[in-house]
């Protein structure tokens, strides 16, 4: 005995066509493979500084942690900033909000503008460069341009949904 398939209704028809011209959902865009994009950058270089501050304090800290303990605290709260920042730039990639990275920016800049500050004008205070200080020089300026070039993604990247 064979099962026979209905013949889908011309409604039917029709409401599947428009649901397949819909945009995709949160899933499908999860699932769907990414284009090379600015994103990708971002998350490079926060990876990057993510490994360079932690690896940089873990040394300093473990070797000669009596000998600058704030600009050394300040290069593992560097770490953790560009952990939450990589985190963050993932999650907007993929249909996030928005919001908490803007913030998470603004304290990383923050951070490089005052810490940049603070060893120009009081160099005895910064033994040992950290990755904030001299606004990152240390580090091509990258410190000090990445938090901008996030908001600026931020503001130019098309909203989902």
Known sequence: MALSVPERS?????????????????????????????????????LLFVVAAGARSAVQLALHAGRAPLPYGLSAFAAVVYLVGFLLVRRVSRGGDRRPLAVCSLVELAG????????????????????????GAGYLFVPLVLPVAVLVWLRRAPLDG
């Open 10 to 46: 011309a409604r039917d028809r029709a409401a599947g066509s428009a649901r397949d011209r819909a945009a995709p959902s949160r899933a499908e865009r999860r699932s769907a493979p990414r284009s090379l994009g600015p994103e990708r950058v971002l998350l490079g270089l926060y």
């Open 112 to 135: 490089v503008v005052t810490v940049g500050t603070a060893s120009l004008v009081d160099g005895s205070a910064f033994p040992d460069a950290t990755v904030w200080s001299g606004f």
